[in-house]
């Protein structure tokens, strides 16, 4: 028997067409790909508000002045490094966010790459944060709730699901060909 074209089915992209009981081929922004969508906007939005509301007190003048006071309760030589390396740190990683979802919604072929390099980069930034907080003892004594903890766990379970997502979805594979 000969297939014609009118028996054809178009697959679920409304792609090529296949011939009927070929496994279709997944690809868009649906299915589990929505989650990180999601995500980028939480996260892109938690990171505006950082920078609109925890920028400028670190910038402070009078934060600064007591930070370089002897004796005050913020007078500790490692203060004023790690209040830099957090305001360059989450700048640089707005700065990537933004760049990977131009990228994600230009279906870059680089994106599912720039996907783990983001979820390993958080996390290895939360390490680091948490590990300088502990060097300080003023700061040391603020984290008592474990809520630095909590964010690492939870960024920790973020990477063992996406990663290996990114790393294996036909969905992705699908998706990012540009």
């Not at 508000?49 to 006071?69: A, C, K, M, R, S």
């Not at 830099?84 to 740190?89: A, K, N, T, Y």
């Not at 944060?129 to 809520?147: A, C, F, N, T």
């Amino acid at each position: 028997m000969e297939m014609n074209e009118t028996q054809l089915e178009k697959d679920s992209t409304g792609g090529k067409p296949t011939w009927p009981g070929e496994p279709q081929q997944v690809s868009g922004f649906g299915g589990w790909l929505i989650l990180p969508q999601i995500g980028f906007v939480i996260t892109l939005i938690t990171m505006v508000l950082f920078v609109l509301n925890d920028v400028p007190g670190v910038l402070d003048p009078e934060l600064w002045e007591l930070i370089n006071t002897e004796g005050s309760s913020l007078d500790h030589p490692l203060i004023g490094p790690t209040l830099i390396i957090e305001l360059v740190w989450n700048l640089g990683l707005l700065a990537a966010i933004i760049v990977t979802i131009i990228l994600f919604y230009m279906r870059k072929k680089i994106v599912p790459k720039l996907m783990v390099a983001l979820y390993i980069v958080s996390l290895a930034g939360l390490i680091l944060d948490y590990v300088l907080l502990l060097q300080i003892p003023v700061l040391k004594e603020m984290m008592i709730d474990g809520s630095q903890v909590r964010e690492i766990v939870r960024e920790v379970i973020m990477c063992a699901i996406w990663i290996p997502y990114f790393l294996v979805s036909k969905r992705v594979k699908n998706t990012f060909v540009k």
